[in-house]
């Protein structure tokens, strides 16, 4: 089945600086979403992007299908941001099978 | 709205109980999925239903079972609890409309098997 790596698995930063993470699929996709889970285990969805660029607030996500993988941007963090945040994705042949990447674990610090 | 919501919040059972968790959505969305979570680790797909009468299995589905009665409700059982089974989980629901998808989770279930 297809597989979904994040990176990096941990991330600590001081409030307002800018990060980066990353999330690597092995094969075509159909859907791939971003989701945060705040330190209370809620699950909030960010995005829906299987392909191209989208922009909500300080978040921002870009899909590069043809390589395979998608970024998501967080500008001016907050503590707030802190927590998972998991990409998941839906392979072309697995109709409704969302599969999860581990999550980047991430620590805003004031 | 309420959401989707989900009981019990917190179980306790013994090796070899069966249980059954709750999960309801009252947004009329046709997908509905259960998953669970470890410590450290993604969700992972256990079932799946992409409307009433309609299930299917996930990457775990092993142990459990589920059914599909109407649009609202999307209950999870436990056959014969093993620790193995110790989790947490989430049921999610969710509509796709226009090339677009939004999932919406409930609060989860934390299950503790001895």
């Known amino acids: 089945g297809i597989q979904v790596e994040q990176s990096p698995p941990d991330l600590i930063l001081q409030e307002g600086a800018n990060s980066t993470l990353r999330c690597n699929f092995s094969?075509?996709?159909?859907?791939l979403q971003w989701f945060h889970q705040n330190p209370w285990g809620q699950l909030i969805n960010l995005f829906y992007?299987?392909?191209g660029t989208k922009q909500n607030g300080r978040l921002s996500a870009t899909t590069v299908a043809t390589e395979r993988y998608s970024l998501l941007y967080i500008s001016s963090s907050q503590t707030t941001d802190s927590g998972v945040y998991f990409c998941a994705v839906e392979g072309m042949d697995s109709s409704y099978k969302l599969i999860f990447g581990s999550g980047t674990r991430l620590l805003v610090r004031p | 709205n309420a959401g989707v919501t989900q009981t019990p919040k917190f179980q306790v059972l013994k090796t070899g109980q069966s249980m059954t968790l709750q999960c309801a959505q009252d947004?009329?969305?046709?997908?509905m999925s259960w998953y669970r979570q470890d410590p450290g680790m993604g969700l992972r797909l256990i079932h799946y239903?992409?409307?009433?009468?309609?299930?299917d299995q996930g990457e775990v589905p092993n142990g459990y079972n589920v059914s599909r009665s109407t649009t609202e409700d999307f209950p999870l059982r436990l056959l014969s609890a093993a620790p193995s089974q110790t989790s947490v989980y989430f049921c999610?629901?969710?509509?796709?409309?226009?090339?677009?998808?939004?999932?919406?989770f409930g609060p989860g279930t934390r299950l503790l098997v001895l």
């Open positions: 992007i299987p392909s």
């Open positions: 239903s992409v409307g009433a009468g309609i299930t």
């Open positions: 094969d075509s996709v159909n859907n």
């Open positions: 947004m009329n969305h046709e997908y």
């Open positions: 999610a629901s969710s509509y796709r409309s226009g090339g677009q998808e939004t999932q919406y």
